[in-house]
């Protein structure tokens, strides 16, 4: 269902691969809602995933860039405003890869050089996009600008690695980079901390189906998948939360707040009797 909460506004998706991805949903939903968009990714990304398919799905143009590049980046914006005939209401920010990951580093044997790499792809992309955002002044005031985490930023979760790490650096970029640009031009930067979500990298993550399993025991509504995260995503671009910035706000189905749940006591004790286990 439409409410034309985007109606006239004017955005930049950044990492659509698939109809996996959260920025492919995402991208649906700001259309729906009456949007007009430019999609980009990495050249690579464009030519081996499915964006091609969006852009024509929801006649967006696609401007293939590398997100670590300023000069890509001035482009995406400059052409974006040109495309969609002034200036930027929202942009998402859905990028992040660990090198160590795919190679199955652990955190205490990482390669230095490829944690540079996570750290620029995963989270000082973010600061490029949005230093070079202000400079062009390409934004609207009040315009939202997001980018995706993960709880993982401030607890300890086996195989995250040092994604962990560069989703700690996201947020704090989010809080850093908010107060500039929420205080000389009014537009708001947030986060958004998902739901663990197979995604093509997030199915990279050691133990994702364990992890999957055990976030949807603890969290009282259970895991928000990616259609759940599009929504809010949308929410957070429209008008209805313009005094919202600097924040990392959960979509996690409550996840976040436990400690430890029914399920997942259940799970892990002997004890068959359930009417012995209560809230």
């Not at 081996?48 to 890509?72: H, Y």
């Not at 600008?145 to 993960?150: G, K, P, R, S």
């Amino acid at each position: 269902m439409s409410y034309n909460l985007l109606k006239g506004k004017r955005g930049i998706i950044f990492g659509a691969l698939n109809d996996k991805s959260i920025a492919w949903k995402v991208a649906e939903r700001a259309v729906e809602e009456g949007a007009i968009i430019t999609l980009s990714n990495t050249p690579v990304a464009v030519r081996m995933g499915d964006t091609e398919v969006l852009g024509k799905k929801l006649n967006a143009e696609i401007l293939p860039a590398d997100a670590t590049n300023v000069e890509d980046l001035e482009m995406v914006f400059t052409k974006s405003m040109e495309i969609l005939g002034g200036k930027i209401d929202f942009v998402l920010h859905s990028i992040g890869m660990s090198p160590n990951v795919r190679k199955k580093r652990t955190y205490d044997d990482l390669d230095y050089d490829m944690l540079h790499k996570t750290l620029d792809i995963s989270a000082i992309s973010f600061h490029k996009m949005l230093q070079v955002a202000r400079k062009l002044d390409a934004i609207e005031t009040s315009g939202s600008v997001l980018a995706l985490t993960y709880v993982a930023a401030q607890r300890v979760f086996y195989g995250y690695n040092d994604m962990s790490d560069a989703k700690a650096l996201l947020e704090s970029i989010t809080r850093s980079f908010g107060y500039i640009y929420g205080r000389d031009k009014g537009v708001r930067v947030n986060t958004i901390s998902q739901s663990p979500t197979m995604t093509t990298a997030g199915s990279g993550v050691k133990g994702m189906m364990e992890l999957l399993d055990f976030s949807e025991r603890m969290a009282p509504i259970g895991n928000a998948d990616a259609d759940d995260a599009a929504d809010y995503c949308v929410v957070m671009f429209s008008d209805l939360t313009r005094k919202v910035t600097m924040q990392n706000l959960y979509n996690d189905g409550g996840f976040s707040s436990m400690g430890m749940s029914l399920k997942a006591m259940k799970q892990y004790t002997k004890e068959d009797d359930e009417s012995k286990l209560t809230d």
